[in-house]
């Protein structure tokens, strides 16, 4: 009928109140959340192909979910690891630094700063117990900072491939006089 106006859910013609939303005419009973099914209220709603959810379910279906937390995020989306993060929760496993936007290290799906990284995975230096980031040397069974694998005499690191062992302590070639 010319100028009547009908709901589009129901294709009843509506008398009395009127929901006009997303381009549409609703009874006021029939504008509801398409997952939960409750009328939705003030004007606080998401779509999805033209029918109104109510904000949380529209977060609990649409949204991406939090990698920590499971959350949906509203905000800025963090991607890293193949995951979504909020911004707030993508931080160091160890020391809750945020790492968005920052340097940071990966291990079994886990972020880490690259302090805590290293303390936590790094080789461990046999002389001063401290994490080698560069190059390790293998020597005696045991790992190394090149600056740490010195000669028991001298005191000096031993670069040469040739070495003593004396007492399981290096002596360089120099001054063992091999
Ligand atoms: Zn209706
Ligand atoms: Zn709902
Ligand atoms: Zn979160
Ligand atoms: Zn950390
Ligand atoms: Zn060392
Ligand atoms: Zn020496």
């Known amino acids: 009928m010319p100028g009547e106006t009908t709901c589009v859910k129901c294709d009843q013609p509506i008398k009395g109140r009127i929901i006009a939303a997303l381009g549409k005419y609703w009874h006021p009973e029939h504008f509801i959340c398409q997952s939960c099914n409750l009328p939705i209220t003030g004007d606080k709603f998401n779509q999805k192909d033209g029918l109104p959810y109510c904000e949380e379910d529209y977060a609990k279906l649409y949204l991406k979910k939090c990698g920590a ?9 963090i991607m890293a690891l193949g995951k979504e993060w909020h911004e707030e929760h993508f931080v160091c496993t160890i020391c809750g630094k945020k790492l968005a936007g920052m340097n940071f290290f990966e291990k079994d799906g886990a972020p880490y700063c690259q302090n805590d990284y290293n303390n936590k995975f790094a080789p461990k230096c046999n002389n001063c117990r401290k994490p080698i980031i560069d190059i390790a040397i ?6 190394w900072h090149q600056d740490c694998f010195k000669c028991s005499k001298c005191d000096k ?11 399981e302590k ?7 006089g091999i």
């Open 69 to 77: 937390c499971g959350n949906p995020i509203k905000e800025k989306v």
């Open 138 to 143: 293998l020597a005696l069974g045991e790992k």
């Open 157 to 167: 690191p031993i670069m040469d491939p040739t070495f003593e062992v004396v007492d």
């Open 170 to 176: 290096p002596i360089c070639a120099t001054c063992s």
